[in-house]
């Protein structure tokens, strides 16, 4: 099942409506044409604005669907922003915390109601793991079990399904698991883009008396195939080193370079020039520097037994969720999801087995409402 809808904006002195918007109401636009700027101004602002707002973001499916009654059709206003927002995030019903297995929670939802899915699995074997009687996977059956999760995960999302994970070393050898994964999703169809790097300063003696510790995980991202529906891939970028303007030099056999380059790499038509970007494309290796010990972006953090830190999220929550999306954390432990969409101005929904999680997460998430996260 999909979810069909369509929010429209109508005059609410020449029809029925369902949702006032006019201020001073919690959908109004505080910014004033004239004190604050034009009317496109106005709008513009109002956006800014709105996104920033998460206890508007967060009931925006509540304008799903409906007739939003404004003064000022049939000319432009805010309303087509919420209108936009709130059909551009495909909101569903869905509810904020949902405590069960990973797979009999997901086939309970319904088709491409998510925009992003952002995660991290229990690794497979976890020892220190206190499992409340679930299966824990090791070796090719974890593999299995997460090809279902994928499988599962890319019928509820619509955009990237994006899953931080580690293999399991044992006696001088590595499981390899997230690399076999990979290798079944190909085989099974299912598209993947090239793993991005969760990148970290590492636990000293990881390595172990004769190999090197470990700095790195792979984040495992699939999709439905195509270009992704939304993306911002310089959201997490910088300008660039070299300013913009200009063209790229090539290097000539002979190690010269030329000045009038072209790119010719498929992506830029023959002949195109290449303009430098205002801001530089991240790439696709995230340093989060520190991973624990109170960089995670939460005390409470560690009341999970392997959470991920804050900026990791926030890099693929601003880079793959639209704003006001819904982001949905298969397995939510601690919340770190739930509580970087809020502060971005996206919706969450956070899956876990224990319950134990389960309030945790809504604990984390009364810090952000609170205002005390750092
Ligand atoms: C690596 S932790 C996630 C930590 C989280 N990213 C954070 O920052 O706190 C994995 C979580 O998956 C949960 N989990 C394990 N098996 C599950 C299952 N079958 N379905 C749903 N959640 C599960 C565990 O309870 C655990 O909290």
């Known amino acids: 099942m999909d979810w069909p809808m369509k929010t429209t904006v109508v005059n609410k002195h020449h029809g029925a409506y369902d949702v006032d918007i006019c201020r001073p109401g919690p959908w109004g636009n505080p910014f004033h044409i004239g004190a604050d700027g034009d009317r496109a101004a ?8 709105l996104v920033k707002q998460p206890h508007l973001m967060a009931r925006l499916c509540e304008l799903r669907g409906k007739r939003l009654g404004c003064v000022c059709k049939p000319r432009a206003c805010h309303g087509d922003t919420l209108a936009a927002l709130a059909d551009a995030a ?5 509810k904020q915390y949902y405590c069960g297995d990973v797979l009999d929670v997901l086939r309970t939802f319904p088709n491409k109601c998510a925009d992003l899915i952002f995660g991290s699995p229990p690794y497979e074997d976890a020892r220190n793991v206190p ?72 636990v000293s003696g990881s390595g172990g008396p004769d190999w090197l510790k470990n700095r790195y995980e792979f984040v495992v991202c699939a999709t439905n195939g195509g270009q992704l529906r939304w993306s911002n891939n310089v959201a997490m970028g910088h300008p660039p080193i070299r300013g913009p303007g200009g063209n790229p030099t090539n290097r000539k056999q002979n190690g010269s370079r030329t000045g009038h380059g072209c790119r010719s790499n498929g992506l830029l038509a023959p002949g195109k020039r290449y303009t430098p970007p205002k801001i530089a494309n991240p790439g696709n290796i995230i340093d989060c520097g520190a991973g624990g010990g ?13 959470p991920f830190p804050e900026k990791l999220v926030e890099f693929f929550i ?20 739930g509580a970087v969409a809020l502060k971005n101005g996206r919706r969450f929904c956070l899956i876990d087995v224990r319950a134990s999680q389960i309030r945790l997460c809504k604990r984390r998430i009364m810090e952000v409402v609170c205002g005390q996260s750092r």
């Not at 106005?42 to 604005?49: D, E, F, G, P, Q």
């Open 90 to 94: 495909q909101l569903v019903a869905l």
């Open 42 to 49: 106005v709008i513009a602002r109002h956006k800014a604005w």
């Open 318 to 337: 601003r880079s793959f969720a639209p704003p006001g999306g819904l982001v949905l954390d298969p397995f939510a432990g601690s919340g770190t999801v």
């Open 294 to 306: 109170g960089h995670l972006g939460s005390q409470l953090a560690h009341e999970n037994e392997a």
């Open 131 to 202: 499992n409340d009687g679930f299966p824990v996977y090791r070796g090719q059956a974890w593999v299995d079990w997460m090809v279902e999760v994928c499988r599962e995960s890319l019928r509820v999302c619509r955009g990237l399904v994006a899953l931080v994970m580690e293999g399991r070393t044992r006696h001088y050898s590595w499981s390899g698991t997230p690399v076999l994964l990979m290798a079944d999703l190909i085989r099974a169809g299912i598209t993947l883009r090239k793993p991005p790097i969760y990148e970290r300063d590492g």
